[in-house]
């Protein structure tokens, strides 16, 4: 792809205007389920925040303009009868607008400002500049005019009030008027202009046509999604800031922007083979704060790192084809900090997640499995389950390969027999010949569910006995709609369209359960579950889950975790194609 083709249109009302490294977007939505008339400088910084609200004018009447959006990836546009403006990102903290005929407002999203809160207006003289100051990022926002004029409205207002400017063209209507707005900390020099607007936005479509050249080389006429798959990802990437030590794809721009301990792992994956830099970033991301006991954490965003609950030990079957998809090959400096790390994630489940004299780690909320209100919780929450042992089996056996990798042939052995017995009791202890239970830890009570959750030892693999894997093939084909795999079976009464884990389509159990079923030998059931969730996103997007039995978009409706597991498949399907 080249600049000459500026990558697919997407609407902003679904996936924000952004750019690789950039810890704000521009977007409508400005809150969960909130979402606003007029786009929105948005900030990842501190959360999110809407900051700057970015509203087009008539220019005979002041008033606001009818405008159609247009987005695609390095060019957003308002396109009125009688004018346009453009916004391209200059470099991650900077945006240039542009705008003919059409004047634009650029004004505080917030209009009370108190000692604590909101965001404050002023001139800055030394700078010669506009800046808006942010309570709530913690952050100044400044709008350097570079041709045209200003007209500033609440300057150095308190308490209730609009604050900000309008540009417009200047004595020639018929001119550009122009502005520059950076993201900065304190301070920084007045901006200079040193490229045009044209080369503005050529580097950034370069930018991102290198990017997807890089990521979906694969792509073709049968993969649609994969160059929009790739924007999402491209978009939601941040730079190191704070508590985020690495280049990291942030769950999404909207209000999901955070990274949560196993979504990093699909997104590194998607990645490994063009980006194999980035990918190894987002697999160790989450370990840069992993506790002493091993335990990792919930989630890490730009200053929060939460810790009261955790994510399921996935990262073993992650690391193991990271390895596979990477490039160039992990050195030897780079498997032992992995196993080191992966050791300790370990230990951290067979010690404070195992009950005295267990065999099984059990978790102690729906939310360490990552399916939070799946319905295998109903009965309780403190439960061993046989997907954690399933994950835990496999991060055992990549435990066991790295040794021997290592040259550790004692650990290799150790980790091997560990793999072994928890396997075995995960089969003697939950299996009960048509299907796996859970048991409470406090009530040794079992049950089972409708739930696909119940399913998950699917992705043990060749690692099944046959006699399991089909009757587990058997039961996740009754999930499988039209659109993919439902999490709770659609004639459950416990199923909802829109309730989260107990029933919506989601890309994690989609790429697990797929890869399971493929190592199983079940290739039939695996190929139909890829081409039905691709084409799930080729028609709806990428969105956080899907309504099962219409297809629909659910939720944070930019989310990478889809995007890459979107990529994974379309990747996997096009060499098996081309073979």
């Given at each position: 792809?080249?600049?000459?083709?500026?990558?697919?249109?997407?609407?902003?009302d679904?996936?924000?205007f952004s750019?690789?490294?950039?810890?704000?977007?521009?977007?409508?939505?400005?809150?969960?389920?909130?979402?606003?008339?007029?786009?929105?400088?948005?900030?990842?910084q501190?959360?999110?925040?809407?900051?700057?609200?970015?509203?087009?004018?008539?220019?005979?009447?002041?008033?606001?303009?009818?405008?159609?959006?247009?987005?695609?990836?390095?060019?957003?546009?308002?396109?009125?009868?009688?004018?346009?403006?453009?916004l391209a990102?200059?470099?991650?903290?900077?945006?240039?607008?542009?705008?003919?005929?059409?004047?634009?407002?650029?004004?505080?999203?917030?209009?009370?400002?108190?000692?604590?809160?909101?965001?404050?207006?002023?001139?800055?003289?030394?700078?010669?500049?506009?800046?808006?100051?942010?309570?709530?990022?913690?952050?100044?926002?400044?709008?350097t005019?570079?041709?045209?004029?200003?007209?500033?409205?609440?300057?150095?207002?308190?308490?209730?009030?609009?604050?900000?400017?309008t540009?417009?063209?200047?004595?020639?209507?018929?001119?550009?008027?122009?502005?520059?707005?950076?993201?900065?900390?304190?301070a920084?020099?007045?901006?200079?202009?040193?490229?045009?607007?044209?080369?503005?936005?050529?580097?950034?479509?370069?930018?991102?046509?290198?990017?997807?050249?890089?990521?979906?080389?694969?792509?073709?006429?049968?993969?649609?999604?994969a160059?929009?798959?790739?924007?999402?990802?491209w978009?939601?990437?941040?730079?190191?800031?704070?508590?985020?030590?690495?280049?990291?794809?942030?769950?999404?721009?909207?209000?999901?922007?955070?990274?949560?301990?196993?979504?990093?792992?699909?997104?590194?994956?998607?990645?490994?083979?063009?980006?194999?830099?980035?990918?190894?970033?987002q697999?160790?991301?989450?370990f840069?704060?992993?506790?002493?006991?091993?335990?990792?954490?919930?989630?890490?965003?730009?200053?929060?790192?939460?810790?009261?609950?955790?994510?399921?030990?996935?990262?073993g079957?992650?690391?193991?084809?990271?390895?596979?998809?990477?490039?160039?090959p992990?050195g030897?400096?780079?498997?032992?900090?992995?196993?080191?790390?992966?050791?300790?994630?370990?230990?951290f489940?067979?010690?404070?997640?195992?009950?005295?004299?267990?065999?099984?780690?059990?978790?102690?909320?729906?939310?360490?499995?990552?399916?939070?209100?799946?319905?295998?919780?109903?009965?309780?929450?403190?439960?061993?389950?046989?997907?954690?042992?399933?994950?835990?089996?496999?991060?055992?056996?990549?435990?066991?390969?790295?040794?021997?990798?290592?040259?550790?042939p004692?650990a290799?052995?150790?980790?091997?027999?560990?793999?072994?017995?928890?396997?075995?009791?995960?089969?003697?202890?939950?299996?009960?010949?048509?299907?796996?239970?859970?048991?409470?830890?406090?009530?040794?009570?079992?049950?089972?569910?409708?739930?696909?959750?119940?399913?998950?030892?699917?992705?043990l693999?060749?690692?099944?006995?046959?006699?399991?894997?089909?009757?587990?093939?058997?039961?996740i084909e009754?999930?499988?709609t039209?659109?993919?795999?439902?999490?709770?079976v659609?004639?459950?009464?416990?199923?909802?369209?829109?309730?989260?884990?107990?029933?919506?389509?989601?890309?994690?159990?989609?790429?697990?359960?797929?890869?399971?079923?493929?190592?199983?030998?079940?290739?039939?059931?695996?190929?139909?579950i890829?081409v039905?969730?691709?084409?799930?996103?080729?028609?709806?997007?990428?969105?956080?889950?899907?309504?099962?039995?219409?297809?629909?978009?659910?939720?944070?409706?930019?989310?990478?975790?889809?995007?890459?597991?979107?990529?994974?498949l379309?990747?996997?399907?096009?060499?098996?194609?081309?073979?």
């Amino acid at each position: 792809m080249t600049a000459d083709r500026p990558g697919p249109d997407f609407s902003v009302d679904d996936i924000p205007f952004s750019t690789y490294g950039s810890w704000f977007g521009i977007s409508p939505v400005v809150a969960e389920k909130a979402r606003a008339e007029d786009l929105h400088l948005v900030s990842h910084q501190n959360g999110m925040h809407a900051v700057l609200r970015l509203m087009p004018l008539d220019a005979a009447t002041g008033e606001r303009a009818e405008t159609r959006v247009r987005a695609r990836p390095g060019l957003l546009s308002w396109v009125g009868a009688t004018g346009r403006i453009d916004l391209a990102y200059e470099s991650p903290d900077t945006v240039r607008l542009r705008g003919t005929g059409m004047p634009l407002r650029v004004s505080a999203a917030a209009r009370t400002l108190t000692p604590f809160s909101g965001t404050y207006f002023f001139r800055d003289a030394a700078a010669d500049a506009y800046v808006f100051t942010s309570y709530e990022t913690g952050r100044r926002y400044r709008v350097t005019v570079l041709s045209g004029t200003a007209d500033t409205f609440g300057a150095q207002a308190l308490g209730d009030a609009d604050r900000g400017l309008t540009v417009a063209a200047g004595s020639d209507a018929g001119e550009p008027w122009e502005i520059a707005v950076e993201e900065l900390d304190t301070a920084r020099p007045a901006y200079a202009s040193t490229v045009t607007f044209g080369k503005v936005v050529e580097t950034a479509r370069n930018s991102f046509a290198d990017f997807v050249d890089r990521v979906a080389p694969w792509r073709s006429a049968a993969t649609p999604a994969a160059e929009l798959a790739a924007y999402v990802l491209w978009s939601a990437t941040v730079r190191p800031v704070a508590l985020v030590t690495r280049a990291a794809v942030l769950m999404s721009k909207h209000w999901m922007d955070k990274v949560w301990s196993w979504d990093h792992c699909f997104n590194a994956l998607a990645l490994a083979p063009g980006h194999p830099e980035l990918a190894w970033d987002q697999f160790h991301l989450p370990f840069d704060h992993q506790d002493e006991t091993g335990a990792l954490p919930d989630s890490v965003t730009h200053s929060e790192v939460l810790r009261n609950f955790v994510k399921p030990p996935i990262h073993g079957w992650a690391f193991g084809h990271l390895r596979r998809r990477l490039t160039t090959p992990p050195g030897r400096a780079e498997l032992a900090e992995t196993y080191d790390r992966l050791e300790r994630w370990t230990d951290f489940w067979l010690t404070a997640r195992r009950a005295p004299g267990a065999a099984l780690p059990h978790y102690q909320h729906g939310n360490d499995s990552g399916w939070d209100n799946a319905t295998t919780f109903d009965p309780e929450r403190v439960v061993v389950t046989a997907d954690l042992a399933a994950f835990l089996v496999l991060q055992l056996r990549e435990l066991a390969d790295l040794a021997t990798r290592l040259d550790r042939p004692d650990a290799a052995r150790r980790w091997t027999r560990a793999a072994e017995t928890t396997q075995a009791a995960m089969l003697d202890e939950l299996w009960k010949g048509d299907r796996f239970v859970a048991r409470a830890v406090d009530s040794g009570d079992t049950w089972d569910s409708a739930g696909l959750l119940d399913l998950m030892p699917i992705v043990l693999g060749e690692h099944l006995p046959e006699e399991v894997s089909g009757v587990l093939a058997a039961r996740i084909e009754a999930h499988l709609t039209p659109y993919g795999l439902a999490t709770e079976v659609t004639t459950s009464p416990h199923y909802l369209s829109d309730g989260y884990w107990r029933g919506p389509i989601w890309a994690p159990a989609t790429v697990l359960i797929e890869d399971g079923l493929r190592r199983a030998g079940h290739r039939r059931l695996a190929d139909e579950i890829s081409v039905r969730f691709r084409a799930l996103c080729e028609a709806h997007g990428f969105a956080e889950n899907f309504d099962a039995l219409t297809g629909t978009g659910l939720r944070d409706r930019a989310y990478t975790w889809t995007a890459a597991s979107y990529l994974l498949l379309a990747e996997a399907h096009a060499h098996r194609d081309g073979n």
